[in-house]
């Protein structure tokens, strides 16, 4: 199986301009112009929710499908392989944000919300007509805040994708979070192993550790990340790893030695050199770019930078 693409925007490359920014689109716009289908692709960084408001189509989440009907919202965490096959004349909206703030932002608010970020799934109205209904009246304030924000520096977007956030979450706790009907051994095995990743960050495991803990031979877990993400684990525990690092980068105090030791490096030399082979960049040059912008809107009008 050929590599999975990695992408901001469907078909557009990563971009730098994603440290700071939330992006708001018809789900139509995209599509279209793909025929309606959208291939399989992943983003590293980054969560999409969509509002299907019009006709139907399929998901495919982590090799598995799900079939949806409007009116219904789709929830892609970051890393998680995904594709459509849309029906002609579909529309609705799609968000897109960096998902490191948001899962920062409700680790200390609303801890129980985190679970969100496990999966992918779709959540339909059915008997949750009032949960449905308040998480739709979220989204549309979403659309007209990220609009905003072409005339008002300020904007309050995420606060309001973190609430629409937890109310899905509660959806997804009350069983009305619809993920794939059959759902693979592979599959399940791709989603335990992810799970024992993010929970053992900090000890650096080895694939053969991963799949002892999963029962399975290091073996069988290379072939069912290749042959399901297009990738090694040991790609998908790096991509863990410089998630994780970036998100602490972006968002916390420690200096880049804490986090290194933090993620089990006993040299921060070593994991400054791992982040800039992975990524093209020091852990300090990350920090420097995404705190910047926050810098330049604190400064005076008219005022430049040193």
Not at 128 to 143: H, N, V
Not at 262 to 284: C, E, I, N, V
């Amino acid at each position: 199986m050929a590599a999975i693409p990695k992408y901001a925007l469907y078909g557009e490359n990563p971009e730098h301009r994603w440290a700071q920014s939330l992006h708001y689109e018809r789900i139509a716009r995209r599509a279209k112009h793909h025929q309606w289908k959208i291939h399989l692709h992943q983003h590293e960084s980054l969560i999409q929710v969509l509002y299907v408001e019009e006709k139907y189509g399929t998901v495919y989440l982590n090799g598995a499908a799900v079939e949806f009907r409007a009116p219904c919202f789709i929830v892609i965490p970051a890393h998680v392989v995904h594709g459509f096959d849309f029906a002609p004349g579909i529309d609705g909206y799609v968000i897109t944000a960096l998902q490191s703030p948001l899962e920062s932002s409700l680790r200390i608010s609303a801890a129980e919300a985190l679970s969100v970020f496990s999966r992918g799934g779709v959540i339909e109205a059915h008997t949750t007509e009032r949960y449905f209904s308040e998480c739709a009246s979220l989204f549309d304030m979403i659309s007209r805040e990220a609009l905003a924000t072409a005339l008002y520096k300020a904007s309050s977007a995420d606060l309001l994708l973190s609430a629409l956030l937890v109310k899905m979450s509660r959806l997804q706790s009350d069983g009305e979070t619809f993920e794939p009907a059959v759902s693979s051994r592979k599959t399940e095995q791709i989603e335990r192993f992810r799970l024992l990743v993010r929970k053992s960050l900090g000890t650096l495991m080895s694939v053969e550790n991963y799949a002892a803990e999963l029962g399975i031979t290091g073996s069988q877990l290379r072939r069912v990340c290749q042959e399901i993400l297009g990738q090694s684990p040991l790609s998908i525990i790096n991509a863990e790893i410089i998630h994780s690092a970036q998100r602490d980068l972006s968002y916390s105090t420690m200096t880049v030695q804490q986090i290194a030791y933090s993620l089990g490096f006993d040299d921060p030399a070593y994991f400054s050199r791992f982040y800039r082979k992975k990524t093209g960049q020091t852990p300090s040059e990350y920090r420097e770019q995404v705190q910047q912008p926050a810098k330049d809107s604190s400064m005076e009008p008219g005022q430049r930078p040193d």
